[in-house]
């Protein structure tokens, strides 16, 4: 049979499963997969393929499995590692988007669970209706979508440990639902807690980039809706005081999600207030987010008090900001949308984002700071023109620091600038390696770069469990793969 003939089998045998509406082979609808959000593209597909239900994606996989045919999972698209290739030309491209339903919000139990290509933004407007609140990644929420959150970023601040369960079709199309509820005891209809009844699956699917199988369905454990927001804003001129205000603030709350503190270096600092620029200096921004006056009143003393015997500063213009954020509950979705627009401004994106141990944050962060001014030495002599530099960094838990360098350049036409762009993000990542770091983002061409890091235990578990579901090697091949 040759490839044309494959293809149209295929897609017949697809359309029994989804119908004719939701499979094609039509060359511009393929070709649009073939773009993401990054500059290393997305994935060059025979078929796509929507699905409407885990039964749906059940029946694809074991027709693919039996064919052994490569199939590639998307979400929103949002990766900014690009899109996992698979066999180019020969890929089913399994799109997520269509199973976007809220299945159940359980306001007795705390729990929402909704299918997992739902984008982060719908699923939080109907968390927040509902009177809870579910934490969404800061800039592309609507563009973002749970299960792709789920796989490719699972480092940093994020939904992690609130996730449940999540329901997962196997490559062979076994379906299968992780988490002590209904997945470990057949007899109950809830999930209410991870860990009870057997290992901690769930974890196992949390950041493979979509490789150990297909998320379709996830219950998350919610917190209440917060109605209250106050802020802190100060200005430090030492990095050493900062990393000492975020290890007290620490200690006494969990930044991660009710209270965190945002940190923006000097580039930043000059892109929200110009005139600035030379001036090496930090401001933070302390968030906090709660149910009473008197409760945020207090945080904010608090806060204030640790950080102004630290030596931060308040300005009269960040006062003004400070009293405009004590909005209401509604302020936080305001500045996300605020960053949507605010990164788009800004230009060509060298995205250079980081996770370090609280602990070697002052011996390594200068150094990141460092490398990206010597690569932009390089692009000016190239005759690239760097617009704005944007540090950013913020704990995400007691342990860890995650944040970003990036660098954001005048977009041209030029071919060159989108490379030497792509080799300033790869180079950067390899630099951040051999200083001991691992970047937060399990997907695309960074979960090589990744998998480069592994110690032969560590490898050889993943290989093992690889093998195990996926004997064929037909889900998102190539992913985790060194070159
Ligand atoms: C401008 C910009 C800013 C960003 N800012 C942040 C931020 O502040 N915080 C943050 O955490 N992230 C941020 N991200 C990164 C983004 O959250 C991650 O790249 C996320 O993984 C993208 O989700 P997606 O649905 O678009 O997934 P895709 O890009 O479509 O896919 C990512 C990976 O997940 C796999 N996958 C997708 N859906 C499924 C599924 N249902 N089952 C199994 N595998 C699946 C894919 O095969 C792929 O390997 C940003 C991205 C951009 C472009």
Redesign the pocket.
Known sequence: MNTYDKQNMLKRALAEVVGDQYVTTDKMTVFAYSQ???LFGGTDAAVVVRPGSTEEVSKIMKCAYHHAVPV?????????YG??KGIPGSNVLLD?TRMNKILDINKQGMTVCAQ??IMMGKLQQACNQAGFYIFV????FH???L???L???AG?G?IWWETISVTVVLPDGTIVKTGGGPGTNTRLKHHYSRVIGGPDFTGMFIGD??SF????EVAIRLLGLPHITRACILEFLELEHVLELIRRHGERVNPHPFDPLLVFGPGATEIFSPGSEGVEKFTIMAIMQGHTEREMDAKKDIFNDIAESLGGTHTAELDAITDLMAGGGEAEEKMEMFGLSF?NGLGLAAWLPFNIPRVSFLEIYPKLVAWREERLAEATKKGFECRARFEFFTPSDQCAVSGEVDAFFKDTDSPELREFIKDMILDYQKYTHELGLLDV?N??VMSRLNAACWSPGFKSLHTTVKKALDPKGIL?PG?WVET
């Open positions: 993401d959000a990054s590639v999972v998307r979400g929103g698209g949002s990766s900014i899109q996992p997520m997992a290509g990644p800061a800039a592309p563009t973002v979508s299960g792709g959150w796989s490719g970023a940093g994020g980039g979509g199988g297909v998320k379709t990164f983002y997907q695309g998102n992913l």
